[in-house]
């Protein structure tokens, strides 16, 4: 496994940044794919918001964009019917063959 | 730059049967020796081979299989467009003067490995075809209203269609009543909704106009080719248009010097219920806001316009044979040879295959 990839296994999910032009690179990579320069790895704040959504079963799942350019697909815990633009928070992530993102809605 | 036609064709019926990958291509290949004047091996300068099988070394396989020595021989891959890619490598080695006939072979087994793109992280654990299917749905329902009868005409549609041919997967007559309520997969995708990925085999013979003649009196010429990849990361993608067709459809009309409204039959690439709504808008075939409309008219008089085979829907999807697929139909169609399916006076058809949720597309342009 690599970093990224034991780091969501240790419950933390790392993006790679560009230590030039700054921009998240998406899917994590050790360099940038703008400008090639090398990234540098840092936790996010684990805060994003619905950009849309669906159901199986009885567990919602949908696209959630974390940061500028960086959307990520995973299960979404709920009350209630989700709303697009609906903030999030990334409650789980883990590693297990592809990576396992569980986001909660907010209460308030 | 030499004109690039279409010579010979043939296909397997898809199905679910198991088939070894290799008896798959050696079938299709062999149809088209049996049905098209003058071909012998020694004529052939070419083997390429499209499939997501794991199968190595399959275009010198093939070739040895029925007996072809090729200069050139490989395989290509680009998951569920990798039929026309292998075309589209064909007409280039030809264009380029490195060849003059070239046969390209593609097909996938029940099961293959090109469903799933494991090295896309951002779709998770949800890497199935079906969640980003369910996006796509939901996000169209929501800019446009769509409704789940809308989305069932599409399949009601295709499947009606793909019951004229020979080779589909499928000759059910499903109702729309029946395609909405069969069995849920998401709260935004029907079983009926989606293609199948089916076992099958497709494969046609490309020559240039020099030599053309010599094997078929009607051939068909590839004018206008267009591409465009966007990315391999589904989410990275917009959930309401297909912008890597919109690139691709663009330079196939300039390179073909023609547009939209001169397309008379299309083969779009229907996944599911929704890509079929979302490519008729991307290609110009319909206002942005006319789409269901558009199926719904189609489906209401019996217009075969697009996707009369049965599109992946009906026809079912071995990803590697599907853009050949099209290619053959619509072939058919230019040749006034498509028998129940054949639609009236036909002059220029289109042909749209895409991978990975559309993070790639091919575009291609057709004329007798």
Redesign the interface.
Known sequence: MNR?ENELNNGDFIVSECINCKQIV???SDFCNICHNITKWRNTDNIGII??????NDEF???IEIEQ?L?????IITGKIPK?NQKVILKKCSFN?????IFETFTN | MKKIGIAGYGSTKFSKNEIPIEELLVESTKQVFQTTSNLSQNLIDGVIVSTNDNSKYLGAIISERVGIKPKISHTIEHLCSSGTNAVISAFSYIAAGLADVILVTGGDVTGNPGQVL??????????HP??WG??F???HK?KFNTTEEELAIVSAKNHKQAMDNPNSYSHEPYTISQIMNSKI????LRMLDCSYPCSGSASILLASEDIIKKFTDTPIWISGIGQKTNSA????ND?TNLSSTISASKDAYVMADTNSSDIDVAEVHDAFSVCELMAVKDLGLTAEFSSTEFIRNLFNTGDRKINPRGGLIGAGHPLGATGISQIIEITQQLQNNAEKRQINNVKKGLIHNMSAAATSSTVLILES
Do not use: H, V
């Not at chain 1, 959307?71 to 299960?75: A, D, L, P, S, V």
């Not at chain 2, 990361?233 to 990275?236: A, V």
């Open positions: 990224f998406w899917p994590p950009i849309e959504f669906s159901k199986k799942f949908g696209l350019n959307r990520i697909m995973g299960k697009i063959n592809t990576p396992k993102f | 494991e090295w896309d992280q951002s779709r998770g654990e949800l890497n079906i969640y369910s996006m749905t939901k996000a929501r997969i998401t709260d935004d990361s589904f989410t990275k959930l």
